[in-house]
């Protein structure tokens, strides 16, 4: 098997070692990088040869057949040059893609060359692959110009290694910064869908299983964490009582404790469910009408439904955490404050690219805990959030890492290649 790098160069693949062809592939990124840039210049082009005018009409979502969209929204978004209506079909041909995938690439070079400058720098650069970027132009699509710019200033520094996860956050931030109103009427759209649904599968249909049934629910938030928490310290009862059915089965058990429990029925067990739910709100946004606080993991919410949700739990105010605590234990296992600390330092799991959430992650000893070792080896500059994969990618010595004093992380790969892990993404060492 032949290829040809990017000085055109003939290579027999079969007779690469290991790092000839990690280093060829990395070649492949960057042409591929080149290739994705020129694509969307031309789209960019082709939409400054066919502006809109009276006579042609101008492109619309509606040539996509978004009949839910309004029709005579333009492709861009705002701030962006009208283009003429059916300008799509000659570049789809010339690209051999299909008319709705041409219309989405030209509405994509306008948006970033319009309303996202600082993205589109770095694709011009080669710094950020076309289709990440074209991601956040199409997450910001439908914001206000003011909104869009925010974002742009949010990512750009990352934008080389964040994923959905951070695009979505930093969309729903403008949201709340920015359109305040519509995340309020969100919220009382998304209320008018709330329903619970019993569904009994039809005798002889292949879901019709004998004496098992469906429960769909869908509700405020706060309420239904609420209820699976209790249902999964239900289902650990039944464990600790001796049933050895899988977690999930456990889980629909506990439902039938639950309604027991709710009868006045005796059922085992005395543990009560806790649900935590992380607030954050800024002391001065509580006298503003349209004010939004953000709960981890489930982003922004108006301070009327964080409200209601204080209203109805038992709501505890933590004390504002030191991050620069440096206390350390000789325990294996962190205080609470300190595994606090870790998590609001570090929001996800610190191996490059991966964005689990830090809460849902293992915190990891980057010196490996010596039981025989010396006091003090659990302390905050000691310890990191990993993934329970990455952990065990780790631990089984495939990666090394270590951390800096200014918070960034080195991994070194098997193969010897360096990996900086930052707060604004990934950045390749070589």
């Known amino acids: ?32 990088r080149q290739a994705e840039r020129r694509t969307l210049r031309y789209a960019y082009q082709w939409c400054v040869l066919n502006p809109a005018t009276e006579d042609t009409g101008r492109a619309t979502w509606y040539e996509l057949g978004r ?4 029709c005579d929204e333009a492709i861009g978004g705002e701030g962006t040059p009208l283009v003429a209506a059916f300008a799509a079909e000659q570049l789809g041909a010339a690209l051999r893609v299909s008319t709705s995938t041409a219309l989405q690439l030209m509405a994509d070079a306008l948006n970033l060359r319009h309303r996202l400058p600082r993205i ?7 710094d950020v692959p076309a289709w990440r970027a074209q991601r956040v132009a199409r997450a910001t699509a439908g914001l206000s110009r003011e909104a869009a710019a925010y974002v742009d200033r949010r ?22 910064r920015f359109e305040p109103e519509e995340v309020a009427d969100a919220q009382a759209r998304a209320r008018a869908n709330w329903h619970v649904r019993l569904t009994h599968p039809a005798a002889g249909s292949p879901e019709g299983w004998a004496g098992t049934s469906w429960l769909e629910a869908a509700g405020d938030t706060l309420d239904l964490t609420r209820f699976h928490d209790l249902v999964c310290a239900v289902a650990e009862q039944l464990e600790a009582g001796g049933d ?14 639950i309604a027991d429990r709710a009868q006045g029925i005796e059922s ?33 919410a108006t301070l009327a439904r964080i409200g209601e949700w204080l209203g109805r739990s038992r709501a505890t105010i933590l004390p504002v955490l030191d991050l620069q605590r440096s206390d350390a234990v000789d325990e294996h296992d962190p205080p609470e404050w300190m595994r606090e600390l870790v998590v609001l330092r570090d929001r996800h799991c610190v191996f490059p690219w991966c964005e689990r959430d830090s809460r849902a992650c293992d915190l990891d000893h980057i010196e490996p805990f010596d039981e ?23 631990t ?9 004093d200014d918070g960034s992380y080195t991994w070194r790969s098997p193969t010897g290649r360096s990996y900086r892990v930052t707060s604004s993404g990934t950045l390749v060492r070589g």
């Open 155 to 176: 990512l750009v520094g990352r934008i080389s290694s964040c994923g959905a996860v951070t695009i979505d956050r930093a969309v729903e931030e403008a949201k709340a």
């Open 372 to 394: 025989e070792g010396p006091p003090g080896q659990t302390r905050p500059d000691n310890l990191a959030p990993l993934c329970r994969r990455h952990h065990r990618c780790k």
């Open 67 to 70: 009949e839910a969209l309004d």
């Open 120 to 126: 589109w720098a770095k694709v011009e650069a080669l």
């Open 396 to 404: 089984s010595g495939r990666w090394r890492y270590r951390g800096h």
């Open 268 to 300: 085992p067990g005395k543990r009560q469910a806790r649900t935590r739910l992380y607030l954050h709100v800024n002391a001065e946004d509580l006298d503003t009408d349209v004010a939004v606080g953000t709960a981890e993991r489930l982003g922004p």
């Open 1 to 32: 098997m032949i290829e040809t790098d990017s000085a055109a160069f003939p290579i027999r693949v079969d007779d690469l070692d290991a790092d000839w062809l990690l280093a060829l592939a990395e070649d492949a990124e960057v042409q591929s």
């Open 244 to 257: 050895v059915d899988d977690l999930e089965i456990r889980k629909a058990k506990a439902l039938g404790v």
